[in-house]
């Protein structure tokens, strides 16, 4: 069985969370002694700058370059274009050049594949894979979906997002049921969750009620706090900004479920073999 996991964060409804959630999960299970390889699949390059790479536009190489050679049958470096960041973590940057390779891929065969080829090459060197999707249901998100093993979806407890999310899972269904059979649903991560209004309190509810009877909702939330948003701008994780805030907290929590997850998917699989 592969040691490693890898899990797509995505959501095509914009400014939900992914990139936050991407980055602190990724500093969370490094924390608990995980190596963990983060891959910026957004041409905003959200992620990357978030990770502390003040102008991703100005670099020459990212996977923008990898899925282009790797579209051609073309070799790519020993290195697989890892840069190694100081705490611990490793990135994958992207930036406007990947929304170039988005379009191009229209024309190649097995384009649903290509991230899937990059992934599994790196996949032996690291414990978990995060990949930061970009917020469409476009081909890049399909790639993201395709190579996973799992995805995450941070989602906002309003309305609109709420109802975002059947658009999400159908696209997912679509994904499993013709490409990869294996994908599953880690769970629903609530951010910038304000506990105190009665419309998030309804809105949860609401999905623990409909979506929440099929698929997992994480029992952590994470509160709504500027110090989430001034740590992305500084290019850091929480942990590193300000461990003590409750935003730290709550990824740490979030953290502990996802590994706790798959731990139990991995004793399901050795006790389903052993029947
Ligand atoms: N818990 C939080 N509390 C307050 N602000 C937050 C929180 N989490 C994220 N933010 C801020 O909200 C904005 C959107 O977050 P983020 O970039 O993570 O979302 P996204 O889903 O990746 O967006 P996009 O769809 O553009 O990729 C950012 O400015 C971020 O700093
Ligand atoms: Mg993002």
Same mark, same amino acid.
């Given at each position: =069985?592969?040691?490693?996991?890898?899990?797509?964060?995505?959501?095509?409804?914009?400014?939900?969370?992914?990139?936050?959630?991407?980055?602190?999960?990724? $500093?969370?299970?490094?924390?608990?002694?995980?190596?963990? %390889?983060?891959?910026?699949? &957004?041409?905003?390059?959200?992620?990357?700058?978030?990770?502390?790479? *003040?102008?991703? &536009?100005?670099?020459?190489?990212?996977?923008?370059?990898? =899925? !282009?050679?790797?579209?051609? &049958?073309?070799?790519?470096?020993?290195?697989?274009?890892?840069?190694?960041?100081?705490?611990?973590?490793?990135?994958?940057?992207?930036?406007?050049?990947?929304?170039?390779?988005?379009?191009? %891929?229209?024309?190649?065969?097995?384009? #649903?594949?290509? %991230?899937? @080829?990059?992934?599994?090459? +790196?996949?032996?060197?690291?414990?978990?894979?995060?990949?930061?999707?970009?917020?469409?249901?476009?081909?890049?998100?399909?790639?993201?979906?395709? +190579?996973?093993?799992?995805?995450?979806?941070?989602?906002?407890?309003?309305?609109?997002?709420?109802?975002?999310?059947? %658009?999400?899972?159908?696209?997912?269904?679509?994904?499993? !049921?013709?490409?990869?059979?294996?994908?599953?649903? &880690?769970?629903?991560?609530?951010? =910038?969750?304000?506990?105190?209004?009665?419309?998030?309190?309804?809105?949860?509810? +609401?999905? @623990?009620?409909?979506?929440?009877?099929?698929?997992?909702?994480? *029992?952590?939330?994470?509160?709504?706090?500027?110090?989430?948003?001034?740590?992305?701008?500084?290019?850091?994780?929480?942990? $590193?900004?300000?461990?003590?805030?409750?935003?730290?907290?709550?990824?740490?929590?979030?953290?502990?479920?996802?590994?706790?997850? #798959?731990?139990?998917?991995?004793?399901?699989?050795?006790?389903?073999?052993?029947?």
């Amino acid at each position: =069985m592969d040691k490693c996991k890898v899990i797509a964060i995505a959501n095509q409804k914009g400014g939900v969370g992914k990139t936050t959630t991407t980055v602190n999960l990724g $500093a969370g299970l490094v924390n608990c002694g995980y190596k963990v %390889l983060l891959v910026d699949a &957004d041409p905003q390059g959200s992620l990357s700058l978030s990770c502390g790479i *003040q102008r991703p &536009d100005e670099m020459d190489y990212t996977l923008a370059n990898l =899925m !282009r050679s790797i579209a051609s &049958d073309e070799a790519i470096p020993e290195d697989l274009g890892i840069l190694y960041l100081t705490d611990g973590v490793y990135l994958v940057p992207s930036n406007i050049e990947l929304s170039g390779v988005e379009t191009g %891929l229209v024309n190649i065969m097995s384009r #649903e594949f290509v %991230l899937k @080829q990059y992934i599994d090459r +790196a996949k032996n060197d690291f414990d978990y894979i995060l990949i930061d999707c970009m917020p469409s249901l476009g081909m890049l998100t399909i790639n993201s979906l395709v +190579a996973a093993d799992s995805l995450v979806i941070p989602t906002q407890p309003s309305f609109l997002s709420a109802k975002g999310l059947n %658009l999400l899972l159908g696209t997912v269904a679509r994904v499993k !049921r013709n490409i990869n059979p294996d994908l599953s649903i &880690d769970g629903i991560l609530l951010t =910038m969750v304000d506990g105190r209004t009665n419309n998030a309190k309804d809105i949860i509810a +609401a999905l @623990q009620n409909t979506i929440g009877k099929s698929i997992n909702i994480f *029992q952590t939330q994470i509160p709504h706090s500027v110090r989430a948003a001034e740590a992305s701008l500084a290019g850091m994780s929480i942990y $590193a900004y300000d461990p003590s805030c409750k935003v730290a907290k709550a990824y740490e929590e979030f953290t502990k479920e996802v590994i706790s997850r #798959e731990t139990r998917s991995k004793d399901r699989l050795r006790n389903d073999r052993a029947r």
